[in-house]
């Protein structure tokens, strides 16, 4: 078992060299995330935003737990139905509360604000040391993002400025907390997946059809856009999020999503035909930079010479 030092620096430090192609798969996830606007957009019936986030979660966590038969056990009973309710279910409605109420360059700025409120909460919850380099490349990556989404008719609401904010940090508290209790012994990145799914799912339920209703009609082009948020975009992107925040130090897996936003500014580029102009690309420095920042460790602060050796 590490000791509680080996603990604080494993969890504080960047991702090392080795922790490459961790990071590579755990990047996967934001970056499918982002296909989430065009596919919504493109693809699905308009008008059924929670239809859709409760499609991401719901059928995939049931395969899941129909395909590994684990349920959880004693305290992660009310622990995985808690990461599930923050890390998906009320993190997606309040997304979708955000993008109905805001422009979407400003839901999407809210929403990179997430690594700053994990630096915060790796002081508080995981009792890190707080780190101004961490702060410092957080605010780079919201302002990069902010000059890549955000349009000259962005106009604020309150109630959609909470929600965004309120996603932001029901997704960093969700990862911070995963970090904080790891895995249950012999369960699996898979399973624990389907764990937070299918309560994030049954969480989303009873709020689809209070909301929403009756489910659209769905044909062809539809079901192809909701079997990618679900497969794609749900199962496979939540197995390799959740095991990277139990391998990868926190703060160097909250950056990452950051590559939500981007990879929506390129497929809307690519596909719908929508320019970036030089501040964008600007912008889009600046969250590169941001990112590949957070996955390393903070410079060390040079130490002071004994007085012996100055002299």
């Given at each position: 078992m590490k000791s509680p030092g080996a603990l604080r620096f494993s969890?504080?430090?960047?991702?090392?060299?080795?922790?490459?192609?961790?990071?590579?798969?755990?990047?996967?996830?934001?970056?499918?995330?982002?296909?989430?606007?065009?596919?919504?957009?493109?693809?699905?019936?308009?008008?059924?935003?929670?239809?859709?986030?409760?499609?991401?979660?719901?059928?995939?966590?049931?395969?899941?737990?129909?395909?590994?038969?684990?349920?959880?056990?004693?305290?992660?009973?009310w622990k995985a139905a808690l990461l599930g309710v923050l890390n998906i279910g009320m993190l997606n409605a309040l997304l979708f509360i955000a993008a109905e109420r805001l422009p979407g360059g400003v839901a999407a700025t809210l929403a990179a604000a997430q690594p700053l409120i994990v630096a915060v909460l790796a002081v508080v919850v995981l009792h890190e040391r707080a780190s101004?380099?961490?702060?410092?490349?957080?605010?780079?990556?919201?302002?990069?993002?902010?000059?890549?989404?955000?349009?000259?008719?962005?106009?604020?609401?309150?109630?959609?400025?909470?929600?965004?904010?309120?996603s932001a940090g029901s997704m960093a508290l969700g990862l911070t907390l995963t970090k904080r209790w790891g895995r249950p012994e012999g369960v699996g990145p898979v399973t624990f997946a389907g764990w937070q799914l299918t309560a994030g799912g049954m969480f989303l339920l009873p709020l689809t059809v209070l909301v929403e209703g009756?489910?659209?009609?769905?044909?062809?082009?539809?079901?192809?856009?909701?079997?990618?948020?679900?497969?794609?975009?749900?199962?496979?992107?939540?197995?390799?999020?959740?095991?990277?925040?139990?391998t990868l130090p926190v703060t160097s897996t909250a950056v990452l999503v950051l590559l939500s936003p981007l990879v929506a500014a390129v497929l809307g580029a690519a596909l719908l035909g929508q320019t970036l102009g030089p501040v964008q690309l600007v912008g889009f420095a600046l969250s590169l930079a941001a990112i590949v920042a957070g996955q390393l460790p903070a410079p060390a602060r040079p130490t002071p010479a004994p007085v012996g050796a100055r002299r």
């Open positions: 969890i504080g430090a960047g991702a090392g060299p080795g922790d490459l192609p961790r990071t590579a798969l755990t990047a996967f996830a934001p970056a499918v995330w982002g296909t989430t606007y065009i596919t919504t957009t493109e693809l699905l019936p308009p008008g059924h935003p929670l239809f859709a986030a409760l499609l991401r979660a719901l059928p995939a966590g049931l395969v899941v737990l129909v395909i590994t038969r684990t349920v959880p056990h004693g305290r992660w009973w101004m380099w961490r702060l410092a490349w957080g605010v780079v990556g919201v302002a990069g993002v902010g000059l890549v989404v955000l349009g000259p008719a962005a106009a604020l609401d309150a109630v959609g400025v909470m929600a965004g904010l309120a009756r489910p659209p009609a769905i044909d062809m082009t539809a079901a192809f856009g909701y079997v990618w948020l679900g497969l794609a975009g749900g199962l496979i992107a939540y197995v390799l999020w959740f095991r990277g925040i139990t």
